[in-house]
């Protein structure tokens, strides 16, 4: 058999054994619907406060229309609606089928609300109110032709020139980065932590010692990351895919582009990091033949993960684009969470995402090998725990 053969004949028990099980279609599933939960918390809870039903009586129903385009200049979603009966009305205020009421002539508005009046929409009313007085004081004065006059003075706007532009999706930028590096810890610490569960449970089982008798140990370790990477790939971008689609689906979402690209660099960061861990991850579970030794040993590795996530995720978010967060998303062992949270959220030059690469690289091969080296000292090693020096050693 050669190496190639034996090294995908492992992934693939790998992956098949790790795909069937409930707890990954379970999780990924239980993963989505919390997904789909927090948009619609989102579209119902906080995107109320933008959307209105209103009901316009007598007079007032000449300006519906004017009302609802002056409300979306505010990004405010009004839906307008004819009232016969104001007795019915405040029914319907009441058990919120309409927040608000408007009656009277247009010069002189009454406003029916259950509670409150939403302030932006407060200030559209007021004004097309205002308009109207003074489009009357104006033909009263002899004016030619006011209605002119208000659309000329309606069209001035105030020139506003920024030196550093910045758009409300910054922080949806950043928002996207965020989720995307939650993401990416979570899958490497996850998917890290199962390679090594698994040599583990091969050394608990004897089963290593069969495998040994046909393949050898960098065959059987590197089919063994290869098959479990896929699996936790498949996971990623089924869990950020569908995030994508419900945010897109309920217009949480506007920034698309960024998303799809944070997608992408997000499952090549993903696979850099998970190599980059495994290997750690792998040596360490081999230094124990019990599943209640593992812990102690892949504490130290996964301290390293968590200090790094923690320290870089608050980086980030005070300031993407500041010198720190740029130091720490350059070093190797941060970078695979750290990077591609910076690109969603800011602009990361080419060189430094390069440099980040070619680094992050150069520690993989030197992880792997430190790594493949103590698993081949250790994973035959049974009974007590085996000495990181001895199993360095040989």
């Known amino acids: 058999m050669t190496s190639a053969a034996a090294v995908r004949l492992v992934a693939q028990r790998e992956l098949a054994l790790r795909l069937r099980t409930k707890w990954f279609l379970i999780g990924t599933l239980v993963i989505i619907a919390v997904m789909a939960g927090y948009v619609l918390l989102q579209m119902s809870v906080f995107g109320g406060e933008d959307r209105s039903k209103i009901g316009f009586a007598g007079q007032a129903t000449g300006l519906s229309e004017r009302v609802a385009a002056a409300a979306s200049e505010l990004e405010i979603d009004v839906e307008t609606t004819t009232v016969v009966d104001l007795t019915a009305a405040r029914a319907d205020l009441s058990d919120g089928s309409l927040d608000a009421v408007v009656s009277g002539t247009p010069a002189e508005l009454r406003v029916l609300v259950a509670e409150e009046l939403n302030p932006r929409l407060r200030a559209v009313l007021t004004g097309l109110s205002q308009q109207e007085v003074l489009t009357a004081k104006l033909a009263q004065a002899g004016v030619p032709n006011p209605a002119r006059v208000m659309a000329e003075a309606n069209a001035t706007r105030v020139e506003v020139t920024a030196i550093e532009p910045s758009g409300a999706e910054d922080e949806q930028r950043l928002a996207i980065g965020a989720i995307m590096v939650f993401l990416l810890f979570m899958s490497i610490n996850a998917y890290g ?11 608990a089982s004897r089963v290593v010692e069969i495998l040994l008798a046909t393949i050898r140990p960098w065959q059987l370790l590197l089919g063994k990351i290869i098959g479990i990477g896929l699996v936790g790939l498949i996971q990623l971008v089924a869990i950020a895919g569908a995030g994508i689609a419900l945010a897109l689906a309920a217009d949480v979402l506007t920034l698309s582009g960024v998303a799809v690209g944070t ?97 992050t690289l150069a520690a993989i091969t030197l992880v792997t090998y430190i790594g493949g080296r103590i698993y081949q000292n250790a994973v035959l090693h049974t009974g007590s725990r085996m000495k990181l020096t001895a199993a360095l050693r040989g």
Do not use: C
Request: no cysteine; charged share 10%.
């Open 193 to 203: 932590t199962l390679v090594a569960q698994g040599v583990v449970e091969e050394k």
């Open 263 to 359: 997608l992408v660099w997000g499952v090549i960061w993903y696979l850099l990091g998970f190599f980059l861990y495994a290997a750690l991850f792998a040596g360490a579970g081999a230094l124990v033949s019990r599943q209640e030794d593992a812990q102690s040993v892949l504490t130290p590795v996964t301290m390293v993960l968590v200090v790094g996530f923690l320290a870089g995720f608050n980086v980030m978010i005070a300031d993407p684009d500041g010198t720190a967060a740029r130091v720490l998303s350059l070093i190797p062992l941060m970078s695979p969470v750290l990077m591609p949270g910076r690109i969603a959220a800011g602009d990361v030059a080419v060189w430094e995402s390069a440099l980040a690469i070619g680094l």
